[in-house]
């Protein structure tokens, strides 16, 4: 791993580290704002309730911190980073709709928040689709599967050669 991405993946990770761990301590301050979209994001994710709002700002704090160790680690980081993107777009939702306030000031304050929520999904989505210098998972499995035709070509003809041969044995 090159210098750059041990100390970028830390760094892109450590809000959802930290934001996670709290989450999972203290929920409820989370709660209200979470209510627009609890039922949305509830309804994709089976076996959880609609009304447990609080269950699922937990949830949403164990993605994020989990996934953010990875990151920080190294491990899975395309999926991690994929992880914390999809925990990301709730969060940002239902956190910072700074279209809601009235007040000049709030409203300003909670655009930034959301284009800095939106600034991170942009790291995230460039730290999922980041391959380290070698060909992704599409290009490996095309590449596989080129190389598996021609095998199989091969072979077909290997065999054709190796029966004719053994026709021309029987023959003599």
Known sequence: MSLIRR???????????????????????KGPAAEEVAST???R???????DTELLVRLTGGVQ???????TLGRVPRLSALALAASLVPTTAAGHRFWEYHD??????QQ????KNVSM??????AAVDTE???????????????????????????RLAAKAARAKLAA
């Open 45 to 51: 994710l089976p076996g959880v309730p609609e009304q």
């Open 133 to 159: 210098g070698r060909p992704g998972l599409g290009w490996r499995t095309r590449h596989a599967a080129e190389h598996a035709g021609t095998a199989v070509r091969r072979g077909r003809r290997g065999s």
């Open 7 to 29: 100390v970028a993946r830390p760094m892109l990770a450590a809000m959802f580290v930290t934001g996670g761990v709290d989450a999972l301590r203290d929920p409820g301050p």
């Open 65 to 71: 911190l989990g996934a953010g160790l990875l990151l």
């Open 104 to 109: 000049a000031a709030q409203r300003r304050q």
């Open 121 to 126: 999904l942009g790291g995230l989505l460039l």
């Open 41 to 43: 994001v509830a309804a």
């Open 112 to 115: 930034i928040h959301f284009l």
